[in-house]
């Protein structure tokens, strides 16, 4: 099988590893990459968000396959652009992808599932506004209703705050706050198959103890020892398969990985966010695990035919990521720094911990910085606390200059918190 790969970070990397991990993936693609992702795939340079482009490419290619990482080429319809190119794509429709690029879709599409989430309200003028802040009170929840790579929710105790950022969205969402530990979970589908993966947790903010900015994500974890065992067969009852289900009713069934963004409350599990692709850096630890060659699901959830597809098989070990960011993330992140150590990483730690590539490029011979999230150190072991003793050895041994990662990736969980 030839697999075309679509996008360019840590998300992407672990993605092209599980497939060039796979017997059955003959021929692996990747654009536009990074200097990872180039050890285990050829790299070709396209505009990602250009559906004719990346249809060309894939026809070009004889690709059997099209996986698309990240948000913004669903959300412009690339996928739609492959499948009319007669090319199997792993990845929802535009319209499908609106469960990402609107939270106000996808408000619309939980209230028609009956899909436990935020009490919400819909707001494009100044008194809406008003009126929604004094209904739910502090915290203060206010999310942008378009694509704000990651930059789009405002939680606060402040109503100038809130106020103001929901002045500045053109349509905002303001809703309930959520208490409880948030979890990822992943699910495969073909549009009316579901299939779950294993929950994650990820961290948002950019310094230990979850203080400082919220980030894409600077590190995350797989399994979590603390849920309730039945977690993934209620979040499937009573979010995934009646998403799916409702999507598919209104004629936009949505195909590809369904990310469900959960709260885990004392009134039970509530969905945050819905994403329409795998999350990163979840994607790190939950691939880590996942036994079953990936190929082969992908193509049966582009092809339809999901309902053939046997079990999922995982492995019976843990996986922690931490992300090491460039200078100054999540702000302007400092690039072209060169980062040193993979090759000690590469000797001495393989195969349970490796490096995931997020934001990296060559200069020469020399792997750079060219992001904020630079790289992702992913490791294995009998459970969390090995997988985290691997995971930072191997980022103990990267150097570059002004990096930060969180210390505490995992930390609570490993100790049984
Ligand atoms: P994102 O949409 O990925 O930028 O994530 C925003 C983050 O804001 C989430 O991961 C939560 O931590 C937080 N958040 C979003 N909605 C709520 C809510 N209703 N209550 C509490 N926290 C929230
Ligand atoms: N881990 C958060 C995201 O992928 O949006």
Redesign the pocket.
Known sequence: MKVLVIGGGAREHALCRSLSLDPDVTALHCAPGNAGIAEVAELHRVDALDGAAVAELASGLNADLVVIGPEAPLVAGVADAVRAAGVPVFGPSAQAARLEGSKAFAKDVMAGANVPT?RSYVCTTAEEIEAALAAFGAPY?VKDDGLAA?K??V?TDDVAEARAHALACERVVI????DGP?VSLFAITDGVTVLPLQPAQDF?RALDGDEGP?TGGMGAYSPLPWSDPRLVEEVMDSVLQPTVDELRRRGTPFSGLLYA?L?ITSRGVRV??FNARFGDPETQVVLARLRTPLAGVLLNAARGTLDAQPPLVWRNEAAVTVVIASHNYPGPPRTGDPIEGLAEVAAKDAPYAYVLHAGTRYEGEAVVSAGGRVLSVTATGADLAQARERAYSAVERIRLDGAQHRTDIAAKAAAGL
């Open positions: 935020a929840v990651g789009g929710v939680v809703e309930e706050y959520l948030e948002k919220n963004g709260a945050i966010e």
